[in-house]
């Protein structure tokens, strides 16, 4: 049975031209990073307003780190917010405490080994995205994953639904979703001008290439 065509995030969006830019050239969901060490980080309270007024048929997907989880729990219960996308060390406890808010929530893996395969259910979610592993980072590197143990992790996993990061490109990312078949793929660095700031064509072209 052929899967339904992937979904694509756009992730570490930081500005209204580029969430529309996205929106129009056929993205499902934006990634608006709140977490302060990231390169492509913004405040929440300061652009509320234009993340309010997106259209509502796009996701937006709250990306923390290690938030303290009053935080977290805040910031699901946004009625700007759609989900809430968890890409630190946060653990089965703490996202079952975020999970009874029932808003989606994605947790990220690093590809380190499989020895991520082990836990992966035990997150309160269904959605997990795969990203490339580098020590002391916690992703946004533009690091390439290792396709061939994510592949591994969709056939082994079929009752979560992969979204695969890490290194995605215009270039790359119709092979990669050849050889993953993940649910939805998301991407940052792969379509920007500079960290932050996204190339209009190069986010056209993904979401093309991606489908």
């Given at each position: 049975?052929?899967?339904s065509?992937?979904?694509?995030?756009?992730c570490?969006?930081?500005?209204?031209?580029?969430?529309?830019?996205?929106?129009?050239?056929?993205?499902?969901?934006?990634?608006?990073?709140?977490?302060?060490?990231?390169r492509?980080?913004i405040g929440?309270?300061?652009?509320l307003?234009?993340i309010?007024?997106?259209?509502?048929?796009?996701?937006?997907?709250?990306?923390?780190?290690n938030?303290p989880?009053?935080?977290?729990?805040r910031?699901?219960?946004h009625?700007?917010?759609?989900?809430v996308?968890?890409?630190?060390?946060?653990?089965?406890?703490?996202c079952?405490?975020?999970?009874?808010?029932?808003?989606?929530?994605i947790?990220?893996?690093?590809?380190?080994g499989?020895?991520?395969?082990?836990?992966?259910?035990?997150?309160?979610?269904?959605?997990?995205?795969?990203?490339?592993?580098?020590?002391?980072?916690?992703?946004?590197?533009?690091?390439?994953?290792?396709?061939?143990?994510?592949?591994?992790?969709?056939r082994?996993?079929?009752?979560?639904?992969?979204?695969?990061?890490g290194?995605?490109?215009?270039?790359?990312?119709?092979?990669?979703?050849?050889q993953?078949?993940?649910?939805?793929?998301?991407?940052a660095?792969?379509?920007?001008?500079?960290?932050?700031?996204?190339?209009?064509?190069?986010?056209?072209?993904?979401?093309?290439?991606?489908?």
């Amino acid at each position: 049975m052929s899967r339904s065509p992937v979904r694509v995030k756009i992730c570490g969006i930081t500005n209204p031209e580029d969430a529309l830019t996205a929106i129009a050239a056929g993205a499902d969901a934006l990634g608006f990073n709140l977490f302060p060490g990231s390169r492509r980080y913004i405040g929440f309270a300061e652009n509320l307003g234009w993340i309010k007024d997106l259209p509502p048929f796009v996701t937006r997907v709250a990306v923390l780190v290690n938030a303290p989880l009053e935080e977290a729990q805040r910031l699901a219960s946004h009625p700007a917010i759609d989900a809430v996308q968890l890409h630190g060390d946060e653990d089965a406890g703490y996202c079952a405490e975020l999970a009874r808010l029932g808003r989606p929530l994605i947790k990220a893996l690093r590809l380190s080994g499989r020895a991520i395969f082990t836990n992966a259910e035990a997150f309160s979610t269904r959605y997990v995205l795969l990203d490339a592993f580098v020590p002391g980072e916690f992703g946004g590197t533009g690091a390439v994953a290792d396709l061939g143990l994510a592949a591994e992790f969709v056939r082994e996993k079929p009752g979560l639904e992969v979204i695969l990061a890490g290194g995605l490109t215009p270039e790359n990312v119709a092979d990669a979703v050849a050889q993953v078949r993940p649910f939805a793929v998301d991407v940052a660095g792969g379509v920007e001008v500079e960290p932050g700031r996204k190339d209009t064509g190069k986010v056209q072209a993904f979401c093309a290439a991606a489908r």
